[in-house]
């Protein structure tokens, strides 16, 4: 659900916050107490909600606002004609010289000033048409508090503040993020249909990244789209890596890597380096690590040489010669 918080700043500070609900405006209207972060050293109590709209009031057949609980709020709705809730609660004088009156206002203390002593409520507003953050994104707003003072004084004072809406925030987007990963393969290696094992112990690449959400964060679930320079689509693509060798790179992060012959030159126990790198879904990149082992055949690549195959003997000539062998 989409939603916006501000300040209504002056000698007591209130927030607000509005959200999205089911097509609805969701508002939750409180004064800021000791403690908290903005707190002025003083506190009211809310009486009413003033506010304009970006869009013309006049076309809605109607509006309500409905607190938590249930009860029914008095809400008036007139285009630019709203200061005065009555019983006192209005925000005439300086507060709408300089707003201008008021789109909507809504009566929150309905036990009358000084009664209820209401520092927080939530109410929805509901209309015949959706109603979004859009609809109140930077317009004025007003607040009438009575009962302003010192938490612990007389509290006889009041208050009529202004302040301004947001722009509509910009939705999360999620942050895929790819971490390197570490593969190793023999010098003989070549393409033979079974995938290579990474240090997460899978054989895609894709099982250690993650995508960051504005709720956590989770497993990446999409998809590689380059390896290199190279596209990944539904084909696998080659590509050879920073120190030789090649690797072939699946959609779903499944590898499978060739020597390609480059680390005959590896003695038992020897490794060498080779690096590739991959590209998934919001262009973040991560390296896969390959190191090459030296083979432990000693007939084999970067063994002690090729000792061929073994001789072949000929069958003893039959001879009366005894020096003919």
């Known amino acids: 659900m989409a939603s916006m918080d501000f300040i209504i700043s002056g000698d007591v500070a209130v927030a607000v916050t509005v959200t999205e609900v089911d097509g609805n405006l969701e508002f939750t209207v409180r004064v800021l107490q000791p403690g908290d972060d ?19 009031v006049d076309a809605f057949a109607s509006i309500t606002a409905t607190a938590l609980d249930g009860t029914v709020l008095a809400a008036t709705a007139d285009e630019a004609s709203v200061s005065d809730l009555g019983g006192g609660i209005n925000m005439n004088g300086s507060a709408i010289s300089e707003t201008g009156k008021f789109d909507i206002g809504v009566l929150l203390d ?25 609809d ?32 509509v925030p910009e939705e999360p987007t999620d942050l895929n993020l790819a971490n390197d990963d570490f593969v190793f393969v023999g010098a003989d290696a070549v393409f033979d249909g079974e995938f290579e ?28 789209t380059a390896l290199g320079d190279q596209t990944v689509g ?8 920073s120190n030789g060798g090649l690797l072939m790179i699946y959609s779903d992060g499944t590898i499978d890597f060739s ?36 083979s432990d055949d000693p007939g084999g690549p970067g063994g002690e040489g090729d000792l061929g195959d073994p001789p072949l003997f000929d069958a003893p000539l039959l001879t009366d010669d005894p020096f003919a062998l």
Request: charged share 20%; hydrophobic share 35%.
């Open 234 to 241: 539904l084909d696998p693509v080659v590509v050879e890596g």
């Open 136 to 167: 109140v994104a930077l317009q004025d707003f007003g607040v009438r508090l009575t009962s302003v003072g010192d938490p612990d004084g007389s509290r006889d004072g009041s208050l009529k503040l202004t302040g301004s809406a947001p722009e």
């Open 38 to 56: 903005g707190y002025t050293g003083q506190i009211g109590e809310i009486n009413g909600l003033f506010f304009d709209m970006t869009g013309d």
């Open 259 to 294: 020597a390609n012959d480059q680390f005959d030159f590896l003695a038992d126990t020897e490794t060498a380096q080779t690096d590739f790198v991959y590209t998934i879904e919001g262009g973040d990149t991560a390296t896969i690590h390959v190191t090459v082992l030296g």
């Open 110 to 134: 309905k036990t009358g000033l000084g009664n209820g002593d209401l520092q927080e409520i939530t109410f929805t507003l509901d209309a015949d048409a959706e109603l979004t953050l859009a």
């Open 197 to 224: 094992f990474t240090d997460s112990g899978t054989t895609t690449v894709l099982t250690n990244d993650i995508t960051e959400t504005a709720t956590g964060s989770g497993p990446y679930g999409g998809a590689v």
